[in-house]
C-alpha cells in the first residue's frame, strides 16, 4: 500500500473521492496534516473529536453503542471471530437509512446492537463497529427497503442458533437471512460485482398533467410555440382528453352546488396561477403592514411568503409547490383581500365566508382527481412508450444529471446500467394499478435510480421525445427531481466473481438461493403492502406530480417541446434542490444530503 498521501492523490486521480473528502483526509481533524499511517495519531484525533461532543453537551456514546463496565467487559469470556457475509432485509419505514449513525436511528445501528445482544459481538467491541470491520455493501438512504442486502464484519458465530437470537433482539422489519463464512480479506463493498433494485410505482403516474395546472399549460403553449402540436398530440394519443372526460364527468357537476364566488376559490385553490399567486402575496403583504404598526427589520414577514421555503415530511396535502391556499380558511382571508379595499382582520374575513362549504368542497374535488387517477388502467402504447424510455439508461453513461454535487467532467458519474426493465404485466392492489420496474447495474449514485424514473415519467406524461434523456448525458444541467423513495427497495447484491472462486478459497457463495421463501415472504408483508397502504392512505405518487405539475416556475419545462431552453433564467440543479419545497417526499435533496465517498450506492 503507498505511503503518506500517495494513496489519497491515486484515489482523487481515480475519481474515488471528491475535493471535501481530500482536504479532510490530508488536514486531518485538527486542520494540519497528519501523518494518516501513523495510527496513533488518528486515534488521538477521534478521542479529541469525543472530548469536544462532550464538552458541548453531547452523548460520549453514539446512539447505537452498548455501554458496559469494565468488570463487565473482563469477565466476558474470549472467543474467536470469523469474517462472514450477512444477508438481511429490511423495511426502511421510521429509519434515518442504512447507514450508522452517531444521533440517529438507522439500520445498521439496529443490527449492531443486536449483534451485541446476541453475543455475536464481544462486550469489548460494543460501543465501536470499527473494531469488527463492519462494512456495508449497499448504502440506501431514508424510506428505501431492502429485501437483500450484505453487511461484512467479524462475528462470533459459535453458537449454531446465532441467526435466531440476532432475529430476537431486531424489530420484525428487520431480517438476518443467514451468514457465509468468507475469506478474511472479504469485503461485501469492494466485491461486489453489481446491484439489482426493484421500483414500484402507480400507472397513473405516467398520466399527463392537468391541462388547468402551469406544467400541462406549457406543454401545450410550448408544442404550438415550437411547430410540434402534431409531434406532441402523437405522443399522448393514448391519454387524449383524459382529463377533460374527468372535469366534464365528474367536477362539473361538483362545482355546480357552489355559487360563483365559492367556485372561484375552489379552482383557484386546485390551479393557481403565478398571477393570482402574486396578487394574494401583495394583498396580504399590504394587511399585513397596515394590521402591524412595526417597520424595518422588526416587521415580520407575511406567511405566505415563508411558507414556500418550509419543509414537511408529514400530511398528503403539503406536496404542492404553488399551494399556498392550502386549507379554506387561507383560501377565504386572501379572497378577502383581493375584494375589499380595506382589508379586514383575517378573523373577521373568515368569519364572513362560508369556509365549512369551501372546506367540503376543495376535499370533495381533490378525493374525486384521486379516485379518477386511482381508475385509471395503462395501454398498452403507453407500456411501451415507458419501456422504450427505460432503454435510453443502458451501457455506460455520465448520469452527472442523476445525482448531487457531481459535474460532467467527474469521471466517477459515468455508471454501467446493465438492463432497465418494465414488467409487462402490471398488478392490482386496492384498485390502482402499479408497475414493477427493475434495474441492474455496477453501482450507483446517491437518488439515482428516483432521478431516473422520475425523468421518464415526466418524459411519458408529457409528451417529450423520450430522446431527451440522451441531452442529459451532455455537460448541461437538467434540474430532474427525485421520485418518491417510498417505491424503491433493493432487491439484492450480486457477486459473481467472488462466487466464481469461492470454492477455490474453500468457502461457499455468498448468494440469496437459499432464503427465496422467507424473503418472498417478507417482501410481501413488510415491503409491498406498506408501500401500497402508505401510498392508498397518503397519495404519496398523486402529491409528488402534482407538486411538479403546479410548481410555479420553470425549471421542469425541458420535457416540453422547448428543452432545455424553455428553461433559461431558472436556477441550476443544484440550486432548485435547495428551493424546492418538500412534501411527503420531497423534490430537493434532504437537509442530510452532503454526499461522501459513502453514498455510492442509490438512496
Known sequence: MPNGDDWIDEDVTLGRIGPEVEKALRLGFHG????????????????DAKRRRVEKGESELPVYATKYSQEEIEGDIRKPKRKVAVMIGYNGGGYRGMQL??????????????????????????EDPKKSSFVRCARTDKGVHAAGNVISLKLIIEDSDIVSKINENLPSQIRVWGLERTNNSFSCYQLCDSRIYEYLIPT????????????????????????????????????????????????????????????????MALFPSDAELE???????????????????????????????????????????????????????????LTSDTHPSSAESVQDLPTGSLQSAIKALRATY?????????????????????KLYHGTKNFHNYTIEKH??????????????????????????????????????MHQIRKMVSMVAMIVRCGCDPHRILQTYGPDRYPIPKAPSLGLLLERP????????????????????????????????????????????NNVFGNFFNHVDNWQKKAFLFVTSGGLEATQGEMSGGDLDKELVQGP???????????????QDES
Open 101 to 126: 449513525d452517531k444521533k440517529q436511528k438507522t439500520i445498521e445501528g439496529d443490527l449492531f446492537r443486536a449483534f451485541v445482544q446476541a453475543g455475536a459481538i464481544s462486550k469489548a467491541n460494543a
Open 32 to 47: 494540519h496534516k497528519v501523518d494518516l499511517d501513523d495510527k496513533r495519531g488518528r486515534n488521538d484525533a477521534e478521542q
Open 408 to 445: 460532467h467532467s467527474d469521471p466517477s458519474a459515468k455508471r454501467i446500467i446493465k438492463s432497465f426493465s418494465v414488467n409487462p404485466q402490471p398488478i392490482l392492489i386496492n384498485n390502482t394499478e402499479w408497475l414493477s420496474l427493475k434495474v441492474h447495474g455496477q453501482s450507483f449514485m
Open 279 to 337: 396578487q394574494f402575496r401583495r394583498a396580504e403583504a399590504k394587511a399585513q403592514k397596515e394590521n402591524n404598526p412595526i417597520h424595518g427589520d422588526e416587521m415580520s414577514q407575511p406567511e405566505s411568503n415563508t411558507r414556500s421555503t418550509e419543509t414537511t415530511d408529514s400530511g398528503a396535502d403539503n406536496a404542492r409547490a404553488g399551494d399556498i391556499l392550502a386549507d379554506a380558511e387561507e383560501v377565504a382571508a386572501k379572497e378577502a383581500a
Open 585 to 599: 417526499e420531497g423534490l430537493g435533496a434532504d437537509s442530510a444530503d452532503s454526499p461522501s465517498q459513502e453514498q
Open 204 to 267: 397513473h403516474s405516467f398520466l399527463p398533467p392537468h391541462p388547468r395546472s402551469f406544467l400541462g399549460q406549457q406543454t401545450a403553449k410550448i408544442a404550438e410555440e415550437k411547430n410540434d402540436l402534431e409531434g406532441w398530440k402523437s405522443r399522448q394519443e393514448e391519454v387524449e382528453n383524459f382529463w377533460e372526460t374527468v372535469d366534464e364527468r365528474d367536477i362539473k357537476p361538483l362545482l355546480a352546488e357552489l355559487d360563483e364566488r365559492q367556485r372561484r376559490l375552489v379552482e
Open 370 to 390: 384521486i379516485s379518477a387517477r386511482r381508475n385509471y388502467r395503462i395501454d398498452e402504447k403507453r407500456l411501451e412508450r415507458i419501456h422504450k424510455a427505460f
Open 494 to 537: 450480486v457477486f459473481e466473481s467472488y462466487n466464481n472462486r469461492c470454492k477455490d478459497l474453500g468457502r461457499d457463495p455468498v448468494t440469496f438461493d437459499h432464503f427465496e421463501q422467507e424473503m418472498q415472504k417478507f417482501k410481501q408483508e413488510q415491503i409491498y403492502d406498506r408501500i401500497y397502504h402508505d401510498e392508498e392512505a
